[in-house]
């Protein structure tokens, strides 16, 4: 079960039995419906029997339950002198059972309960449904039926849903007693034993029916009956229920008008009609939906979805937080507006049709706060500031508008703060407002609207409307969407011309800020770049103060890094081993989108996916390795190092006693290699290795002589960097050439 939270106000109540308890009010909302069971029709086999007295063919027994919180008590229906009435009413008259019937159903005997049309008789209650058992929902019912075994009371009109033969709504227990305490009427003449049928009703305003100690329901579900009412008319109620909670702090909810200062809380529900031909009209709130946040202050619509389909809806009430706010009755849509105040508000709808049938729609929870609309933003972005026109042409006035929790619902344009129209459509964030233009000086502002009524008034532009013509402008240089880097020097070149006479100035601004005023040609400025979007534009103005302008809009891009990590320039790095090259890149304003490794000035490998890195097979030498990182915008940064790599055996070759000497280098055709000093196994071979590492050529040098050169054909290689590498067993050589 749910439980909501409510202002405690604390009060007395002036029937005496209840002066022990706290009563408060918008606290807990202990009451969370009412139950209303169609229990039985009764037929003409019931009708024709005469020992229960006189019963209307047709009549339907109405069962009203409390539903109520966990921990809650059922304390009272009551009525209240000058405020609040009980009525019960039919639009004919109540069924009294004559033979075993009571005013009260704890007062029934248990073991006459299923006599006749006993258990169909009219009754008020605090839970009970005879001395010895306890209502509950037929489908509840856990012990199956106790009445029906005269032959009567076992019709199974669908309208009563479960019929009494099968679950009856008898479970065994001890009810708590019904008190009644009522100024000038007794319920025994209302609802006893010899009263006979009555009607139409009763109204009550000072007294109750009460449990003095408290009644709780026999589920888990905490609903218990106050009253059972049997009629062949149109019946209908008007109820104040009280309960308390597991601390003894006593809730009242009333049908109609509550004192907010007693802490009483509006529950619509305690008003209905009901017949058995009386269909309810069906209510749902559309507008606002559930969990929306609204400002303080706010004129919010209210409106439903409501039918009735065997009538008309005459009219629709509105409740926030148990408090009435405002009904309509104008159809179809039947909608209120409320200005909103600060906190968390529970909005019912309450339909009523024209037959008196009301249906409470499901409450929607919304939170309305303090300051809580973000205002619109706007801004002017044609014509620009100091703009000139000539008279009678069409002018557009330009603004962006955007709003950050809701949406702009209209853009208006004043010309010294007189209105002169208004966009409420745009085209995404852009509205317009084409004027015809009349000779004067003016101060242009616009005006966004958000769907909170909040609005934002742009920065002023003045423009002035002249028969002048105004000078003509463009910027040459740079280019609109041109890319450069920070820091970076650039021109901003114009050309400029006035049919009229000269041109006295070119203003240049970056991002609305001026930068430079240029009083004679060439009109350009010198900008030394700084990060992000830059918006250029360039006023030229003419010796009658006529103007006009230029605009560009270009990226000035922070160039990425890059550092090689590994390998260090000191680490010993042996030839053949696999050197990992990685590298730790960064851009500030965007993204590395490739880095490419180079060794000894020639291309290996161009990485394109994070983390960027190369594997090569490490060749005896001296090599430098570069890398070159590039963003998304083209800009690129190079790191370098150089790394001598050892022969597997850790000794430098070219400074041992062993001779290898290449020749012609560079070369084209062939190249001549001639080794003294070692000598050269049956296994010895010699190697053209490409310098990331690919075997190109692979020879023997079994018949190798000392001294005696032996002729390498490298014709079919492609230009570049090369190795050769002997290999006599154990002892590795490499010596470098360039393939011209």
């Known amino acids: 079960m749910k439980k909501k939270l409510h202002t405690r106000v604390v009060l007395s109540f002036a029937i005496s039995f209840f002066m022990c308890i706290t009563l408060i009010g918008q606290q807990v909302e202990g009451l969370e419906g009412l139950i209303i069971e169609k229990y039985y029709v009764a037929n003409a086999n019931d009708a024709a029997n005469t020992e229960g007295g006189n019963l209307a063919n047709n009549s339907v027994t109405y069962r009203v339950f409390a539903d109520m919180a966990p921990n809650f008590k059922f304390l009272a229906v009551y009525g209240t002198t000058g405020a ?142 106050i009253g059972q009412f049997t009629t062949d008319g149109i019946f209908s109620f008007e109820l104040n229920i009280l309960l308390k909670d597991a601390n003894n702090i006593a809730y009242r909810y009333v049908a109609r008008d509550p004192n907010e200062g007693l802490g009483e809380v509006l529950f619509p529900a305690l008003i209905n009609t009901i017949g058995k031909d009386i269909k309810a009209p069906e209510v749902s709130i559309v507008d606002p939906i559930g969990g929306a946040i609204f400002p303080k202050d706010y004129s919010m619509p209210i409106s439903v979805n409501v039918s009735d389909l065997d009538g008309t809806v005459d009219s629709v009430e509105y409740i926030i937080n148990g408090k009435k706010i405002g009904s309509s009755n104008h159809a179809p849509q039947y909608s209120i507006t409320w200005e909103a105040i600060s906190g968390e508000q529970k909005i019912t709808a309450v339909a009523t049709d024209n037959d008196g049938a009301r249906t409470v729609s499901s409450p929607v929870h919304i939170n309305i706060v303090e300051n809580t609309n973000v205002l619109p933003a706007v801004s002017l972005t044609s014509p620009l500031e100091g703009s000139y026109f000539v008279p009678d042409v069409s002018v557009s006035f330009k603004a962006n508008a955007n709003d950050f929790d809701g949406e702009i619902t209209m853009v208006e344009f004043y010309l010294n703060d007189v209105f002169v129209g208004a966009d409420n459509e745009g085209t995404e964030t852009e509205y317009q407002y084409d004027w015809i233009s009349v000779t004067g000086e003016y101060t242009l502002t616009a005006k966004a609207i958000d769907n909170y009524n909040g609005f934002k008034i742009s920065e002023p532009v003045s423009i002035f409307v002249t028969s002048n013509d105004p000078p003509q402008i463009s910027i040459t240089s740079p280019a609109e969407e041109t890319i450069v880097d920070v820091g970076e020097v650039i021109t901003i070149s114009t050309e400029v011309s006035d049919a009229e006479g000269p041109v006295t100035q070119v203003e240049f601004f970056v991002n609305g800020e001026s930068h430079f005023i240029d009083n004679g040609s060439p009109f350009e400025y010198t900008w030394t770049t700084v990060a992000g979007e830059a918006k250029i534009i360039a006023i030229a103005q003419d010796a009658d103060g006529a103007n006009s302008s230029d605009t560009v809009n270009i990226m000035v891009n922070i160039p990425p890094g890059i550092v090689i990590v590994t390998p260090q320039v000191s680490e010993m790095i042996n030839a053949g081993n696999i050197v990992n090259i990685t590298v730790d890149e960064r851009d500030d304003d965007g993204k590395v989108s490739s880095v490419v490794f180079y060794i000894d ?83 010895a071979k010699i190697e053209v290795i490409s310098i990331s590492g690919m075997i190109i050529l692979n020879n023997s040098l079994q018949h190798y002589t000392d001294n005696n050169p032996v002729s390498l054909d490298i014709s079919r290689l492609n230009k570049g960097f090369y190795f050769i590498r002997i290999t006599a067993g154990e002892r590795i050589l490499y010596r470098e050439f360039i393939k011209e």
Request: aromatic share 6%; glycine share 12%.
């Open 601 to 683: 000035d020639q291309e290996v490998m161009n990485d394109t996916q994070s983390p960027f890195e190369y594997s090569w097979t490490s060749i005896q030498g001296i090599h430098e390795i570069k890398v070159k990182a590039i963003d998304n915008r083209n800009s690129s940064d190079l790191d370098s190092i150089s790394v001598n790599v050892m022969g597997p055996d850790g000794i430098d070759i070219s400074h041992s006693k062993v001779q290898l000497n290449i020749y012609p280098n560079p070369a084209n055709e062939s190249l001549m290699i001639q080794m003294s000093g070692i000598n050269l196994p049956r296994s």
């Open 84 to 225: 609040h009435t009980l009525k019960l009413s039919t639009s004919t008259s109540f069924f009294n059972n004559s033979d075993r019937g009571k005013e009260m159903g704890d007062k029934i005997s248990s073991s006459k309960v299923g006599n006749n049309t006993t258990a169909i008789d009219s009754w008020i209650s605090v839970g009970g449904s005879s001395s010895g058992h306890i209502a509950v929902l037929k489908e509840d019912d856990t012990d199956g039926s106790i009445i029906g075994l005269n032959g009567l009371l076992t019709n199974n009109d669908t309208y009563a849903g479960i019929p009494l033969t099968s679950a009856d709504g008898f479970i065994a227990g001890t009810p708590q007693q019904t008190t009644w305490l009522a100024s000038g009427i007794q319920i025994i003449d209302v609802f006893g034993e010899t009263a006979g049928n009555y009607g139409p009703g009763i109204e009550i305003t000072d007294g109750s029916w009460s449990s003095l100690g408290g009644s709780v329901g026999a589920t888990d579900d905490n609903y218990v009956l």
